[in-house]
Structures are given as C-alpha cells and as structure tokens.
C-alpha cells in the first residue's frame, strides 16, 4: 500500500499502478536523477529543466535513454561545481 492509500498486489501490481500514472513516475524520477547528477537538491529554478526533459523524453515514449541525455544535456548539470 502506498502513503496515499493507494493498493496494489505484487510487482505485477505495482506496475500497472506506475504505468496509469507515468507522467507523475517520469516526472519523480527525472527530479531525483537530477538530484543525484548535481549533487545537490533540486531547486524551484531547476524545474523548467526537469520539464523539458519530461517533455523530451514523452516524444520517445519515455525511453531511459532519452531520460538520461535530458540531465546531460540540461543547464543544472551543465553548470554544476565540483567540490574543492
């Protein structure tokens, strides 16, 4: 059972229950890939990023590999530091 009350039986379950909601899932998934790409958290001025690459990846039925070369070739991780 999810937080939100939400019910499922099993990984077959599971992904039904993804899959009716793939935008939200993409749109989760993209934030903390992101996340983890920057290093840091995501910030409100990183989400026209994570929307195009939403965006981007739902013209390529939300392919990983289109996922994946959204944070490479988005701003955020373009201009992220590296520690000193």
Same mark, same amino acid.
Do not use: C, N
């Given at each position: +059972?999810? %937080? #939100?009350?939400?019910? =499922? /039986? !099993?990984? %077959?379950?599971?992904?039904?229950? *993804?899959?009716?909601? &793939?935008?939200? =899932?993409? !749109?989760?998934?993209? $934030?903390? *890939? +992101? ?9 409100? =001025? #990183? +989400? %026209?990023?994570? &929307?195009?690459? $939403?965006? $981007?990846?739902?013209?390529? #039925? ?13 701003? %955020? =991780? /373009?201009? &992220? &530091?590296?520690?000193?």
């Amino acid at each position: +059972m999810l %937080p #939100d009350g939400t019910a =499922f /039986q !099993g990984v %077959p379950g599971l992904r039904t229950l *993804l899959v009716s909601h &793939r935008e939200e =899932f993409v !749109g989760t998934v993209s $934030e903390k *890939l +992101m996340t983890y790409a920057i290093g840091r958290a995501v910030e409100s =001025f #990183d +989400m %026209p990023a994570i &929307r195009k690459i $939403e965006h $981007e990846a739902a013209a390529t #039925d939300y392919r990983w590999s289109s996922i994946i070369l959204g944070i490479v070739k988005s701003t %955020p =991780f /373009q201009l &992220r &530091r590296a520690e000193s």
